[in-house]
């Protein structure tokens, strides 16, 4: 018997639904780029997942002609976080500190934590931000896509039902638990940080930088 590893071993169904999710989530990223009457002819179905992609927030982010400004306004907010935690912990402006295990030993060099360092830590932790942003709005549009839940997730009334309100808030939790993830595992080797100090960078760039935008009605603003 052999086994296929690959895109080749994948379910049919799998892959076209997965194909589906994503031409959905990119026609009305660019559908938006359109005047409304070039919408009138699509399908009941694409009509019904359009509205539900247009109009929420958290579609806005990522428009290609808004990236820029996005990816920018990530930037500075993390990098006024990170540097926040670091100067109240004390972990800026380190000097380069040679320790010696033992007589004869190699030396190690702590690395020195500058304002340098942390912008081009932050500039990896925007990107990041942004990709765990998109792949928060892929899990969006699947949510969309099902059957059982999309008759009760509502874009435009977030919190027109608890289903609703639900689905997007573990949306925005999943998508701040992966950011925390990624500050606890790179920031111990980046910015020289302790497992435990790592863990509260985490937690305050994982909190912070949530995309709280998936919980804001649309109705709010229209």
């Known amino acids: 018997m052999r086994i296929e590893i690959g895109a080749n071993s994948q379910n049919p169904q799998e892959l076209a639904l997965k194909n589906i999710m994503i031409g959905y989530f990119l026609e009305a990223f660019f559908m938006t ?16 997942v359009l509205y539900n992609l247009i109009f929420p927030i958290w579609v806005f982010p990522f428009i290609p002609a ?4 996005v990816f920018v306004v990530n930037f500075v907010i993390d990098a006024a976080v990170i540097w926040l935690y670091l100067k109240k912990h004390k972990k800026l402006n380190n000097p380069k500190i040679y320790c010696f295990r033992a ?5 190690t060099i702590q690395p020195q934590i500058d ?6 830590y932050s500039f990896r932790a925007a990107l990041f931000g942004y990709f765990a942003d998109f792949l928060g709005g892929m ?7 099902t059957a059982r839940l999309a008759k009760y997730i509502d874009t ?5 039902n ?15 638990f992966l950011i925390y993830k990624h500050h606890r595992r790179v920031g111990k080797k980046r910015l020289n940080l302790s497992a435990d100090e790592a863990r509260s960078l985490g937690l305050a760039v994982g909190i912070l930088t949530a995309p709280w935008f998936f919980l804001i009605p649309t109705a709010w603003l229209y």
Request: charged share 20%; hydrophobic share 45%; net charge positive.
């Open 33 to 48: 780029l359109f005047e409304k009457d070039k919408c009138d002819n699509a399908s009941p179905k694409s009509k019904t």
């Open 66 to 69: 808004r990236i820029p400004i």
């Open 103 to 107: 007589f004869g030993s190699e030396k």
């Open 115 to 120: 304002n340098r360092m942390v912008l081009r």
């Open 139 to 145: 899990l969006m549009v699947g949510l969309l896509e």
């Open 156 to 160: 435009y009334f977030v919190w027109s």
């Open 162 to 176: 608890f289903v609703s309100g639900l689905m997007h808030i573990l949306v925005t939790l999943l998508v701040g």
